[in-house]
C-alpha cells in the first residue's frame, strides 16, 4: 500500500468545470471541458487570465453539442498544449499555445483520431482522448475506457507532428472498479520512466453522457515494461480529471489535482494536493 494525503488547496473563482493542469513558476494553467479558453491562475496575486483559443469570445460553458471538449493539457517546451477527446467529430482538435505571446494556432487532429480508431479496432463509442503527455521523443495519448469496451490504451505516437508524418502503436490496460463501477484513465504525468495517473469511474457506459461519480483512484506504470504498478482508490465521490506535479523527491511527491463536479452551475475550481509517499520507488 502507498500512501497518500489529499488535502484542498486553492479555490479559483471564474471557471465552470477543470479538466487539464498544469503547473510553473509558481501558476497555473487549466483548461475546461465546457469552455474554449486556458485559464492562466497567478498564485501569488491570486488572479487570473483566461486566453480563446480558437480566436472567438471567450465561453466558460458552451454547449455541449458544438463544445470542444478540451480533456487534456501538457506543456512541451515553451508551448502549452490543450486537446479534445475526439469523442464526436468537432471534439477532433487541438491548439498549442505560445506560453510568451499567448498566440493560439489550432491544430486538427483528424487524420491521427481516425487513425488511432482504426489501428487499435475502435468506434467512436469508445474512443475518449482525457490524457496527452511525453515521454523522452514521444507523446503519449491516452484513451479513458468508459465506453463499451472499457478500452484503457495507451497510444504512442512518434513522428515529425501530429498532422501527417507519425506512427501509432498502443498498449491496453486493465484498471480497477472502483465501488463495482469500471474505472477509466482521466490524465497522466511522467516522472523519469513512470507514468503517474489518474482514473475514474461514472456509472454510465458512455464517452458522450455523464454518470453518477462513483470516485478516483491514483497509480503508475512502468514506461520501460509497460507495466501497472499499483493503484490506489483516493475518493468515493470526486472525479478527478487533471493532474500534475508541483515537487518531488526521492521518498516522495506532490501532485496537484483538478475536478470536474459535472455541476454547470458551479463556478469555482477547487484546486487539491496529493502527497504520496513513494519510499524511493520512482524509477
Same mark, same amino acid.
Given at each position: 500500500?502507498?500512501?497518500? =494525503?489529499?488535502?484542498?488547496? =486553492?479555490?479559483?473563482?471564474? *471557471?465552470?468545470? &477543470?479538466?487539464? *493542469?498544469?503547473? /510553473?513558476?509558481?501558476? *497555473? ?8 479558453? =486556458? ?11 483566461? @486566453? ?30 490543450a486537446f479534445g477527446s475526439g469523442s464526436k467529430e468537432n471534439r477532433n482538435v487541438g491548439f498549442m499555445v505560445n506560453k510568451f505571446s499567448k498566440f +493560439? ?5 483528424t487524420g491521427l483520431y481516425d487513425e488511432m480508431k482504426t489501428f487499435s479496432e475502435l468506434t467512436t463509442d469508445d474512443f475518449n482522448i482525457e490524457a496527452v503527455t511525453t515521454y523522452n521523443q514521444d507523446w503519449l495519448f491516452i484513451n479513458r475506457g %468508459?465506453?463499451?469496451?472499457?478500452? %484503457? ?28 463501477? /469500471? ?5 497522466? &504525468? ?17 464517452? @458522450? ?6 470516485? +478516483? ?25 487533471? =493532474?500534475?506535479?508541483?515537487?518531488? +523527491? ?20 477547487? *484546486?487539491?494536493?496529493? /502527497? ?8
Amino acid at each position: 500500500m502507498k500512501k497518500y =494525503l489529499l488535502t484542498s488547496w =486553492l479555490k479559483i473563482a471564474g *471557471i465552470v468545470a &477543470t479538466s487539464g *493542469i498544469g503547473y /510553473q513558476n509558481n501558476e *497555473i494553467q487549466l483548461v475546461s471541458d465546457n469552455g474554449n479558453a =486556458l485559464y492562466h491562475y497567478f498564485i501569488a496575486n491570486d488572479s487570473l487570465a483566461k @486566453y480563446s483559443l480558437d480566436g472567438d469570445p471567450v465561453t466558460d460553458n458552451m454547449p455541449k453539442s458544438t463544445k470542444h471538449d478540451l480533456e487534456s493539457f501538457t506543456t512541451v517546451d515553451n508551448t502549452w498544449y490543450a486537446f479534445g477527446s475526439g469523442s464526436k467529430e468537432n471534439r477532433n482538435v487541438g491548439f498549442m499555445v505560445n506560453k510568451f505571446s499567448k498566440f +493560439s494556432t489550432k491544430i486538427d487532429l483528424t487524420g491521427l483520431y481516425d487513425e488511432m480508431k482504426t489501428f487499435s479496432e475502435l468506434t467512436t463509442d469508445d474512443f475518449n482522448i482525457e490524457a496527452v503527455t511525453t515521454y523522452n521523443q514521444d507523446w503519449l495519448f491516452i484513451n479513458r475506457g %468508459n465506453g463499451p469496451k472499457n478500452a %484503457n490504451y495507451i497510444y504512442v505516437v512518434q513522428g515529425k507532428n501530429l498532422i501527417d508524418d507519425f506512427n501509432i502503436y498502443y498498449f491496453e490496460f486493465d484498471l480497477p472498479k472502483i465501488n463495482n463501477v /469500471q474505472s477509466g484513465f482521466s490524465d497522466a &504525468t511522467v516522472i523519469n520512466n513512470t507514468l503517474y495517473f489518474i482514473a475514474t469511474a461514472e456509472d454510465e457506459t458512455s464517452t @458522450y453522457n455523464d454518470g453518477a461519480i462513483k470516485g +478516483s483512484l491514483f497509480g503508475a506504470i512502468d514506461l520501460k515494461k509497460m507495466k501497472l504498478l499499483f493503484t490506489e482508490k483516493i475518493s468515493d465521490t470526486q472525479k478527478f480529471e487533471g =493532474l500534475t506535479v508541483l515537487e518531488q +523527491s526521492k521518498k516522495s511527491v506532490v501532485f496537484a489535482l483538478c475536478e470536474d463536479a459535472d455541476d454547470a452551475k458551479n463556478n469555482e475550481a477547487v *484546486i487539491y494536493k496529493l /502527497q504520496v509517499d513513494l519510499k524511493g520507488k520512482i524509477k
